[in-house]
């Protein structure tokens, strides 16, 4: 099954191999040509062969077939980079590929204006195919197959909790890829409108609604110095990182939802006091509070949805503006968004049962709950929140340091290993902005597109797989 889903992944690959064509860029025709043959040629008489056998993935299934695929992608997504002779070795172009997919802004490429056209494109659409998920969209098609979807959707989606908007998978992920393409495309307009080139406001646009953080020149979105692209910006990165099922109940008539969403208000609540004790801390340095909150607010917004931009050198800021930035690092955005991390509603979660805990001292006999958008919530909740907590925490420990055991200064590993596994990108020391991972030991760049990996698809999903009780 995985590889009949390299067969999607050829269309994806159409419109690069058309930009090359039309910007004449002949090594890159045959570096997208060659992984759309292999990926038909591979994928077609497994389809024929399975068009008219119905399919039954169990949910045990579903973890196998969503790690697989994932990675087989991101196998078949490195080619082009390893081909467009640009000097990628194979570990790089497969970490860039990852980073793709996985939505993280992380790069190893220090001078990134000199990639053909067509490449930068491919990352950018690499980028916006992940961020909702390279699944969903096949769950729409699977169908055909007579494949049910839910199951794989569950393995995938992100968040304590999984809902489905709709009684059909297949009409729900049409829902959110209108709500997906809607976005980008209104954004695409704005950066427009806002002076960029179509190439630059098509790539920043994709890359920004999949909440990733890649662009079409080195210093990023700071290369265009305007306060108008910075704000769209922002309030694009925070809508791409709010949970796209409320987006369905906004357009049914059912805003209110909204209203009495525990993780939205905690969202929003978060943004706005980090950005504010930013911009407070900055007023001194940028001589006004206004554009002291342009960058405030733009990398609270980018790091607390993990699409980890930068417009400025922020390892150059205050100390308290840096640690606000740090902490937001172990944030992430919504549940049901395209935001990496640990996720909002987690939090939100611990603080509540923090609480009960407290409480619980006072009244021995009392009964306490936890209450999530005016509602009771399961106490199995509870305890899937901590025991994710510990492990994100767990990996983010382990992967720091296998970093600083190849030699990596010791925050700068940590900061890397917080990056990578919430798909931020960007982070401290080695890894802060304007800085790649280009530096990174082969080993630990292999290491780091695992853990990209396993962070984009909520750690159990990949976890699992190594238990024994999984293959018994």
């Known amino acids: 099954m995985p590889v009949f889903v390299l067969g999607f992944s050829a269309p994806m690959m159409v419109l690069p191999l058309i930009s090359a064509v039309l910007w004449?860029?002949?090594?890159?025709?045959?570096?997208?040509?060659?992984?759309?043959?292999?990926?038909?040629?591979?994928?077609?008489?497994?389809?024929?062969?399975?068009?008219?056998?119905?399919?039954?993935?169990?949910?045990?299934?579903g973890f196998l077939l969503v790690f697989l695929t994932w990675t087989f992608m991101s196998l078949l997504g490195a080619v082009p980079y390893y081909l467009s002779g640009e000097g990628l070795s194979l570990t790089d172009a497969v970490f860039e590929s990852v980073c793709g997919f996985a939505t993280t802004g992380a790069t190893t490429v220090s001078d990134i204006e000199a990639l053909p056209r067509s490449l930068l494109f491919w990352r950018s659409l690499t980028h916006w195919?992940?961020?909702?998920?390279?699944?969903?969209?096949?769950?729409?098609?699977?169908?055909?197959?007579g494949v049910g979807g839910f199951q794989l959707v569950k393995?995938?989606?992100?968040?304590?909790?999984k809902e489905k908007v709709t009684p059909k998978i297949t009409a729900t992920a049409?829902?959110?890829?209108?709500?997906?393409?809607?976005?980008t495309a209104m954004l695409f307009l704005l950066y427009l409108l806002g002076g960029m080139s179509w190439f630059d406001a098509l790539c920043h646009a994709l890359a920004t609604v999949a909440t990733g953080g890649v662009s079409t020149k080195n210093a990023g979105i700071g290369y265009y110095d305007?306060?108008?692209?910075?704000?769209?910006?922002?309030?694009?990165?925070?809508?791409?990182?709010?949970?796209?099922?409320?987006?369905?109940?906004?357009?049914?008539?059912?805003?209110?939802d909204l209203l009495h969403n525990t993780e939205g208000k905690l969202y929003l609540l978060v943004f706005a006091v980090s950005s504010l004790l930013i911009a407070k801390s900055l007023a001194p340095v940028y001589g006004s509070f206004a554009e002291a909150m342009r960058y405030g607010a733009y990398q609270s917004a980018?790091?607390?949805?993990?699409?980890?931009?930068?417009?400025?050198?922020?390892?150059?800021?205050?100390?308290?503006?840096?640690?606000?930035?740090?902490?937001?690092?172990?944030?992430?955005g919504c549940s049901g968004s395209t935001a990496g991390g640990i996720k909002l509603i987690r939090h939100g979660v611990l603080f509540k049962q923090m609480g009960n805990e407290l409480r619980r001292l006072i009244y021995p006999q009392g009964v306490f709950n936890v209450q999530l958008n005016r509602k009771v919530g399961r106490k199995d909740v509870v305890y899937g929140v901590a025991g994710f907590t510990f492990l994100y925490m767990l990996i983010v420990g382990a992967t720091g340091l296998l970093a600083a055991a190849s030699g990596t200064e010791l925050f700068s590993a940590f900061s890397a290993a917080l990056s990578v596994i919430g798909?931020?990108?960007?982070?401290?020391?080695?890894?802060?902005?304007?800085?790649?991972y280009e530096a990174f030991?082969?080993?630990?760049?292999?290491?780091?597109?695992?853990?990209?990996i396993a962070g984009r698809l909520e750690l159990w999903t990949v976890c699992i797989l190594f238990t024994p009780e999984y293959w018994r």
């Open 129 to 145: 195919f992940g961020g909702m998920g390279i699944l969903l969209l096949t769950v729409a098609l699977m169908p055909l197959l």
């Open 302 to 332: 980018s790091i607390l949805t993990t699409t980890g931009c930068a417009i400025t050198d922020y390892e150059t800021w205050p100390p308290l503006a840096q640690g606000v930035l740090f902490l937001l690092m172990f944030a992430g």
């Open 441 to 452: 030991p082969d080993s630990v760049k292999w290491l780091f597109s695992f853990v990209m």
């Open 226 to 256: 305007s306060s108008f692209i910075d704000w769209v910006s922002v309030v694009f990165m925070l809508l791409a990182g709010f949970n796209f099922n409320l987006y369905y109940r906004l357009f049914t008539g059912k805003g209110k």
């Open 24 to 61: 004449r860029e002949d090594r890159m025709i045959l570096s997208f040509s060659a992984p759309i043959l292999f990926a038909l040629a591979a994928s077609l008489p497994v389809f024929l062969s399975l068009r008219k056998e119905p399919i039954r993935i169990a949910p045990k299934d």
């Open 174 to 183: 049409k829902i959110l890829w209108l709500t997906y393409c809607g976005l």
């Open 155 to 161: 393995a995938e989606a992100p968040g304590p909790e």
């Open 423 to 436: 798909n931020v990108g960007v982070g401290f020391g080695a890894v802060g902005p304007g800085n790649t």
